[in-house]
């Protein structure tokens, strides 16, 4: 067993109700405030015993009674089975967030991605290119996700994480990111615009990250504003003209859940994200399987409203660090100096 740090889980407290920490065993609760880097006005820093309690062996946390910790009761959609944010203006959780910094006691390694390939083996171009000593251009393609929605900064966005990591790793290289993501696409909107936002650009890697607004429900007659069927033939034609065109390493991003209280939730990420899954095997390119770990995080206990700072399908600051999780994996190991 080995202590390990957790920092920057987010958490949304509603009432008294014990909330679920996304690790049990802690040890140790380090902070508890406004901080990650959110817009509030200054960083709030709560206490232990007066505005919250931890259960250390169950791995929750909760407020106490005259807390000065936001109370999500007073959420405007608060006991609302089904809302739209239109009808609001202003539905998100950002005064609602906190982040946690803590120690627990981890008792076996977890898996973090599931990819053909966990030594970065996929991403053959930047392998080269790392080994030439050359420069990387990265192009971020997407929705608003992509983009960086919501996340409180861009350096707490996914894409700047692992091109962070990727500089930390590889010391001296030069790795541009090229944020071509717009909100509210989808990938029919994305298709469009393929040539001059992404081929003109001859990247060296492309994640792409559609889904989320292609399952939405638009009516009672409309399930989907972009079917299954039509999603698919869109993301493998972006993948074929890459190939084709650039030679570029691809990363296709599973989407994250979407608030199932939100009216335009269709319940049918699962078979976004799977589609995405197939392409990659089967034309053999990295998938960085953001769904799975996201329902991860649901089932160890998390609720949507603590992963979802505008409460409806864009991830907080924590959210982000749980899409670049989905990278990790895909990342080149530095290679072993030769004795």
């Given at each position: 067993m080995l202590n390990k740090m957790h920092k920057g889980e987010s958490v949304v407290f509603v009432?008294?109700?014990p909330q679920k920490l996304r690790h049990g065993n802690?040890?140790?609760?380090?902070?508890?405030?406004?901080?990650?880097?959110?817009?509030?006005?200054?960083?709030?820093?709560?206490?232990?015993?007066?505005?919250?309690?931890i259960d250390y062996e169950a791995g929750t946390i909760a407020r106490t009674e005259n807390s000065s910790i936001?109370?999500?009761?007073?959420?405007?959609v608060y006991?609302?089975?089904?809302?739209?944010?239109?009808?609001?203006?202003?539905?998100?959780?950002?005064?609602?967030?906190?982040?946690?910094?803590?120690?627990?006691?981890?008792?076996?390694?977890e898996a973090h991605a599931d990819c053909a390939d966990a030594e970065g083996e996929q991403l053959r171009r930047v392998r080269a290119k790392i080994a030439a000593g050359e420069n990387i251009r990265y192009v971020v393609f997407g929705d608003s996700i992509?983009?960086?929605?919501?996340?409180?900064?861009?350096?707490?966005?996914?894409?700047?994480?692992?091109?962070?990591?990727?500089?930390?790793?590889?010391?001296g290289m030069e790795f541009e990111v090229v944020n071509r993501a717009i909100g509210g696409e989808t990938s029919v909107d994305g298709l469009k615009r393929f040539e001059d936002d992404v081929i003109a650009l001859r990247p060296d890697i492309v994640s792409i990250g559609y889904g989320m607004n292609d399952q939405c429900t638009?009516?009672?007659?409309i399930r989907n504003g972009v079917p299954p069927g039509e999603f698919e033939r869109n993301i493998r034609q972006m993948v074929t003209r890459i190939q084709e065109a650039t030679g570029a390493d691809i990363i296709l991003v599973t989407p994250c859940e979407s608030n199932p209280q939100w009216k335009h939730s269709s319940g049918d990420l699962a078979i976004y994200a799977d589609i995405l899954k197939r392409i990659g095997k089967e034309c053999?390119?990295?998938v960085?399987?953001?769904?799975?770990?996201?329902?991860?995080?649901?089932?160890?206990?998390?609720?949507?409203?603590?992963?979802?700072?505008?409460?409806?399908?864009?991830?907080?600051?924590?959210?982000?660090?749980?899409?670049?999780?989905?990278?990790v994996p895909l990342i080149p190991a530095v290679p072993s100096k030769s004795r």
């Open positions: 009432g008294q109700t802690v040890v140790r609760c380090l902070s508890v405030g406004t901080g990650q880097g959110s817009d509030h006005p200054k960083d709030v820093t709560y206490m232990e015993q007066e505005d919250f309690v936001p109370d999500w009761r007073s959420h405007v006991g609302k089975e089904s809302f739209d944010h239109r009808d609001y203006a202003d539905c998100s959780n950002r005064k609602f967030t906190v982040y946690v910094d803590y120690e627990y006691i981890e008792e076996s390694e992509s983009a960086g929605g919501d996340a409180s900064r861009d350096e707490y966005a996914f894409y700047q994480l692992f091109a962070g990591e990727l500089r930390k790793r590889f010391e638009m009516s009672e007659q053999n390119i990295a960085a399987d953001v769904h799975r770990l996201w329902n991860e995080e649901l089932r160890a206990g998390k609720t949507h409203e603590s992963l979802l700072l505008n409460n409806i399908n864009h991830p907080n600051d924590y959210g982000h660090r749980i899409y670049y999780e989905a990278f």
